[in-house]
């Protein structure tokens, strides 16, 4: 399965972007989506999952109220609305999924494909 990530750019705080993750590459199953992010020198950080098919999701406790993952199941993409973005949100964000049944989990080992990452940068 190949991720491809789009939608990053630079903005100001306060504003929003819509990141969206596309997978491509054959016949496969998305048991779940997720996002993490990089920032430079920190390591990677769990953004937000969600399930493909219970739909059921979960946010870091910094983005909670301010974004929201949906899937586009129609498309095998998966979407991240962020609003109300602050300096702490730079960083550099990967989407993943998992080809693999199995119970929910945020850690990155629970996801088996990853995209190439967008960058955000929110600055004033």
């Known amino acids: 399965v190949q991720l491809q990530a789009s939608g990053g750019g630079s903005v100001q705080p306060g504003d929003s972007l819509r990141l969206s993750c596309a997978a491509s590459?054959?016949?496969?199953?998305?048991?779940?989506w997720g996002w993490f992010r990089q920032a430079p020198g920190k390591e990677r950080q769990f953004v937000a999952t969600?399930?493909?098919?219970?739909?059921?999701?979960f946010y870091a406790s910094s983005v909670k109220g301010r974004f929201a993952i949906a899937t586009d199941d129609g498309n095998n993409a998966v979407h991240l609305q962020m609003h109300g973005l602050k300096l702490d949100d730079t960083a550099v964000y990967y989407c993943a999924a998992r080809t693999q049944d199995g119970p929910g989990d945020t850690s990155a080992t629970y996801f088996d494909s990853w995209g190439q990452g967008t960058q955000v940068t929110v600055s004033s």
């Open positions: 969600i399930d493909s098919g219970t739909q059921s999701i």
């Open positions: 590459g054959g016949t496969f199953t998305l048991y779940a």
